[in-house]
């Protein structure tokens, strides 16, 4: 089993920024891409962005060039740091990891961001 905990969620103003950060324990050794995720008030959950253990990243269109996924192996960690923003980016943003045979879900940190 692995365990995903997000932190860094909260609010913060139009132009602003965040870093969410999430870290695995458990079975880490199984883990492969991992990514984020995110639901927002009356969505479905959509793809944010994932990375490879080898570091290659994949974004949505309506993030590109404002969010950096990032992933350090050593810690068991993956990062999303968030920039330039916007009212549309308010959602609950899960940390996602792919197992050998599974996929692990965080809780879930709330992002508001006010116009």
């Known amino acids: 089993q692995v365990q995903l905990v997000e932190s860094g969620g909260g609010l913060v103003q139009a132009g602003g920024s965040l870093r969410l950060s999430c870290v695995a324990s458990?079975?880490?050794?199984?883990?492969?891409?991992m990514g984020w995720y995110r639901q927002g008030p009356g969505k479905q959950r959509e793809l944010v962005a994932t990375i490879t253990r080898g570091g290659s990243t994949n974004y949505a269109d309506s993030v590109k060039v404002r969010f950096t996924i990032s992933r350090d192996n050593a810690k068991n960690t993956v990062y999303l740091e968030m920039n330039s923003l916007k009212p549309e980016d308010t959602a609950v943003y899960y940390c996602n990891a792919e197992g050998t045979y599974d996929y692990y879900w965080g809780q879930g940190t709330q992002v508001t961001v006010s116009s």
């Open positions: 458990g079975r880490t050794f199984s883990l492969n891409a």
